[in-house]
């Protein structure tokens, strides 16, 4: 049984095989394994008796959950209106510099993916952003960076 | 920070305080469990209370539609996947006040005839869910104690906008994709697994326990005809004073902006991206409440230094990225407004475009399957007439 095969058999048999725990199930392997992968896809379909279209249409519904390889570490920065009024753009600009990667990419290193998302729900504290489940609010590029330099 | 405006606004919320109250939860859950279905159906119905997350369908009538409903299994679902752009009060209640929300769950499980309660809380507040499981675990072993037969299991969203509404919100509970249902049946006959569910936002819960707990008669007291008791708001953008505030409905907009604004306000958008955006002209004549501009809290201030084109911009970006592509008004039409107000603005497109992408909007409005879609004339077309000149030059 590969690595892949037996993070899904073990999350299908915490969560339950029936539909319903389709997201939870997604989630948690997302976590554990860093993406959702072909292979994970296919054994969940197997393991909760759906379609593997079923699952990957789930898969590449919501944000969250990636369908593709990502950097350990996961930083999301608002770009909704609230933010974006408060100079997020300095924000990201500081970050790129420091990580040396354009919005959307991965370091070489695969610890960090930056990526932009909507509204977090810090409007009155932005600009704001998520690294993993964390929240970093109020940001200024030189809190963003120190707040990244935890993750290094 | 403005210390008279400080104080202007301390005087204000210490009018309503009622959200963020604190209460003792034992003797609370016992008066709630000691009461017939009949009775909170009927002393909920009679405060007037309207759902708090934007849509304001009457709770009581709600309830009443999933009690009236023969079924041997019953939902109860929180709705806490706030995404709505500047809306963030339920993240503060559920971190400051989940009992209570926990509690107007149980009063909705008693009324209906529930066994089993969800909180679909949005993945962005993942950070909450530490203290949020260890306050449940609390909370169900109270229920438990009492021998009232209702459970409540949190599950967490994965950053989609489209799943605060209901149906949306349903199908992602069932394992699918986030995609609204056609309604009806609505949720309270048919719902979680096609079983009868009510989907009450995380304010409207709280109410509903302070409406029980002090009887409907002291929160008709606040707000006016049409918009009974108090409201949350949430505040930002160009504001004196960002935050979240209690404050009673059926304000002025005029008074709002006097106290939150920063003096060069000339358009607030009340509703968040999917609600209106009012000029400076009309705060006078404009109401926030049911009657005049509802808001599911999100109250965005823009001041004379913004470009309205920029808002409008970032608005239609961020419906368009999250329209969940099921319907042909909605997926396309998002493009499409987006595209069309770059094109004006670039010049590739005369002005009088504008007023065709006016007319697609209001297509939107009455053919997209969800609230999303039908929503998304209302930011376009209240900045296009408003705010024309803008969006051209």
Redesign the interface.
Known sequence: MSTIEAIVKATVAKNGSSRENLLPILQEISKEAGFLSEEAMSAVAKALNISRADVYGVATFYSFLDTKPRGLNVIRICKTISCYMHSKDAVVRAIEEKLRIKIGETTPDNKFTLVHTNCIGQCHEGPAMLINDDVYTKLTPEKAISAIEKYI | MDIDKKKKIEQYSKKVDLIFQDCEIKPLVDKILNMKPNEIINTITDSGLKGRGGAGFPTGLKWKGAADTFSDIKYVICNAD???????K??QILQDKAMKVFIGMTACAKAIGAKEGFIYI??????L?PKLEKELGEFNRILKDKGFDFNIKI???????VCGEETSLIE???????EPRNKPPFPVKQGY?NMPTVVNNVETLVYTVMVLRDGPDEFKKLGTKDSRGAKVF?????AAI???FELELGMPLQEFVDLFGDGHTKAVQVGG?SGHCVPYKKFGETVIGFEGIPTGG?M?L?NSS?SMY??LH??LE?FE??S?GQCVPCRVGTQQLLKGIEAVKKGEKPASYLNELIKLAETMRVSAKCGLGQSVSNPFISIVDNFREEIIF
């Open positions: 706030e995404g709505e752009p500047g809306t963030f339920d993240r949005r993945g962005e507040y993942n950070y869910l599950r967490s969203g994965s950053g989609a906008y992602s509970m069932e394992g699918k994709r986030g697994l949430c505040v930002s953008g160009d960002q935050g979240i991206s999100s965005m823009f913004r920029h808002v970032n608005y961020f990225e999250e969940c």
